[in-house]
Every structure is written in C-alpha cells, then in structure tokens.
C-alpha cells in the first residue's frame, strides 16, 4: 500500500511539474492526511445523557429533521445546558438552531484556545509545536472576535471551521463556498497579501459581490472548510478518498441548512479545484426543498462522475471556463485505477453550463475583483440567470432557465 501511494504521488507530481514548470516547482508532495468521519468529542457520552428524561439523537446517526425537532423541543434553559455541558456536539449538529452553534462554538474554540495557550507555556513543548500552537491561537483569536458566526469547529488534526456571512434567519439567498486542498483552520484567512487563498476570504468576496449587484437583497454565504483536504501534490490530491469521506459532512451540512434557513431557492454551491471533486459526489444526495441547487465548478480537476446527467435531478452544473493561468489544465482529465478524477466539466460533451472567467488568471483567483467569473458567481447565486455570460457568445448556457 505504501508503494502503490508513493508511486501514486510521484506520477501526479512529475506531471503536474512538467505541464507547469516553475509555477509548480514549490509544490509538496505530501503524506496522506487522516479523514475525520466520526462524531465531535463528547459524543458518546452525549448519547449516554439522560438527565433530561429524553433520547438524545446520535450524532452519527440523527437526521437533520430529527435533530431539528429535538432541539425545538427543548426550554432555553435546557438548550444552554446542553452547550455549557456539550459544546463541540452542539456546535456541530446540522439541524439545530444557528444561533446555538454560533454560541457552542465560541464557547468550543475558548476551551480549545486555553488548551493551546496552556501549551505554549509549557516548557516541555517542543519548538516545532509551539510554533503550531501559536498559530492556532491567532486563528483562535480571530475568530473569537466579536461578531464571528461560527457555524462548526473542531480541533482535531488541523482543525475544522464554518463560519457564516451574512444573516442565515433571514437570507433570501444562500451561497456555499467548497474549498480545495491545503485547507484547513489555519489557513482559513488565507494570508494578508493573499486572502482569496482561504475559504473565508472567497466566502466574504463573493457576498461583497452579491451585494454590489443587488444591494436590496439579504444574503448568507458560508465558509465551509469542513473536512480533510489534500496538503500538496500528492496521492491524497489525485484520489477521491478524501472527497468520499467529505461528501456526506458536505450532504448533512445542506440538509441542516434546509431545515434550519429558509431562502427563496435551494442554496448555491460555490465548489473549487478539489472541493469540485466533493461537491460531484454529495451531489446525487443532496435534496432541497427549495428546488434544484445551482452547482458552480472552478479550477476543477474532474468531478469524479461521467457527466452532469449524474449528479442527480437535484443539481444544476454551472462549470467556469479555465482561465489561460490555470495550472490545473494540465493534469490529465481521467481515470485510472482510482487515479485521477475523470471527465473535464468544462468539456463540451460533459453537459454543463459553462461560463465565462474572462480577467482572472490563475488557479486560486477566479473570485478577483473585476473579473467575469466573480460577476457570474453573484449572478448565479442570486438567481439573475439572464445576467450570466457564457464562455463565449452564442453558448446555450442559458438554455431552458
């Protein structure tokens, strides 16, 4: 096993290397990361709880429905027990109220923020681990904040965050943004110079956005880094396990917002490089009242599905023209053995809708300012599908809306 993913990292990087020279040539070829697909700490002994004479849904288990009821249920005062005595389950439950988890969460993130603080003081702390504990109390820090909806936090690996912009009660329109690889809490922010690199920092430009076109409507967009992504160029980035053991925290995040929020349409996917990859996988499970949910792809590397046709009835494939910068282009648009992540979405026979990305140049700059693709970003997710531009004129992409 250990050969054939060795072997696995030195193919994707030799040719990802080779199509992009030096672009590339810092790139990591990384170990393969760990999934994070069991319940929040404090789980087990959540479901064991019978101090409110009640059945406690599984966090493994419960569906967002039932989680909702069970949580409706309850007076305020048992509902701030249940943060106070659990707050990673409760900050984690898709289908309970916003509100709570925004709460659980702040209060998850200060146990944890003393937890990394303590070590930074301890004198037996390594150096290399002080320098990580101090960057997650920055993190920490910041998103302590006032004013921060953090809807999910958990600490273990590299950490876990969903944070929302905007009003989730009373958005008209809801946005996900899905990121790609070497995402994760630390690099949530990106970095001052570069913040379109982190998940926030695409969320909250692509809400700017959607406000400077249609300032009269409200809007919630969330920073979901929600699960283990790829680090570097390797075998982790060119299979899908990773994305497998994503999809249903991606499935049980839309069926919590379909319960717990209530826009005018189903919530749009915003879904980049390897969260495209994710986002083709939850797709055939995802349900919204709503309707159908828009479904955009950028500097996608594949879906890990044959076409559109399979993503399901639920979803509508918005697939954004690679821009000429785009390194991703040069990585094979197959699948061999696990290896690779299938068809082009952009391709013409793929059946999406393709749309324009004319101004931005690069892999991680599809949401730059000025820039087409930004601009069908917000339309998409606003629902202005005749202000959308196609990747060239005379394209059917708005056909049939």
Known sequence: ???????????????????TGAA???????????????????????????????????????SATDVARFFAGLSAAEQQRLVRKYPLVVGNFDGAPPALRYQ???????????????KVADSSTDSADRIAAQSRIAMLQRLLTPGHQVLAF???GRGLVAEVFGDLSTAERVSVLVPGSDMD??????????PLKGTAGMAMQLRSEEDAVSPGTSTAVIAWSGYVTPVGLGADAATARLAQAAAPRLESLMSG???????????SLFCHSYGSVV?????????????????????????????????????????TARN?????????????????????????????????????????????PGTASLRNFADIGLGRYPDVTCRTTGDSCLSGL
């Open 185 to 194: 809490l630390e690099h949530f922010y990106g970095t001052t110079a570069a």
């Open 24 to 62: 590339a040539a810092g790139a990591a070829v990384s170990d393969e990361q760990i999934a994070i697909t069991t319940p929040p700490a404090g789980s087990t002994a959540w479901t064991h709880d019978h101090s409110l004479g009640l059945t406690m849904p599984n966090p493994a288990t419960a």
């Open 104 to 118: 659980a969460n702040e209060q998850a993130m200060q146990q944890e923020l003393a937890h990394q603080q303590a």
């Open 279 to 319: 986002c083709g996988i939850a797709a055939p499970d995802i349900a919204a009242p709503q309707g159908v949910s828009d479904m955009v792809v950028f500097g996608s590397p594949g879906m890990d599905v044959p076409d559109a046709a399979a993503l399901g009835d639920g979803v509508r494939l918005w697939a």
């Open 154 to 156: 958990d600490p273990r």
């Open 324 to 368: 000429p910068g785009d390194w991703i282009g040069d990585v094979p648009y197959l699948e061999v053995a696990g290896l690779g992540h299938g068809a082009d979405p952009t391709s013409s026979d793929f059946g999406s809708r393709v749309i324009s990305s004319t101004g931005s140049y690069g892999h991680a700059d599809y949401l730059d």
């Open 257 to 267: 917002l379909a319960v717990t929020a209530h826009p005018d349409a189903a919530p």
């Open 1 to 19: 096993m250990r050969f054939r993913r060795t072997l696995i990292a030195a193919m994707v990087s030799v040719t990802i290397l080779a199509g």
